[in-house]
Nanobody
Framework: VQLQASGGGLVQAGDSLRLSCTAS????????MGWFRQAPGKERDFVAA????????YYTDSVKGRFTISRDNAKNTVYLQMNSLKPEDTAVYYC?????????????????WGQGTQVTVSS
């Protein structure tokens, strides 16, 4: 499956962005999806995950209450709504997917990755 991430950009602190990730796979509804991010000079970190139906989600502590992951299986797309952005949210954001029913929180669990989209938050 191919994943195409989009929606990044340059915003100011406190602004919002919505990232999208569209899959080429018609069986997208069978995939657990996740978002990860990598800041300059740092490792890639988990941000959020959503199960195949959208009924279960999980977030890293630093984004809880500000970010929302969702999906539209009819459109083969997963979203990451990011509100109240902070400069420390600046990173390249990657979407990832893998077939499964349970949430996946580690990048090693994902077989498929998008190309990344840059999010820059200025103070």
């Amino acid at each position: 499956v191919q994943l195409q991430a989009s929606g990044g950009g340059l915003v100011q602190a406190g602004d919002s962005l919505r990232l999208s990730c569209t899959a080429s796979e018609r069986a997208f509804g069978s995939y657990v999806m996740g978002w990860f991010r990598q800041a300059p000079g740092k490792e890639r970190d988990f941000v959020a995950a959503i199960n195949w139906s959208g009924s279960s989600t999980y977030y890293t502590d630093s984004v809880k209450g500000r970010f929302t992951i969702s999906r539209d299986n009819a459109k083969n797309t997963v979203y990451l709504q990011m509100n109240s952005l902070k400069p420390e949210d600046t990173a390249v954001y990657y979407c990832a997917g893998n077939i499964g029913r349970t949430l996946l929180l580690h990048e090693g669990n994902y077989n498929y990755w998008g190309q990344g989209t840059q999010v820059t938050v200025s103070s």
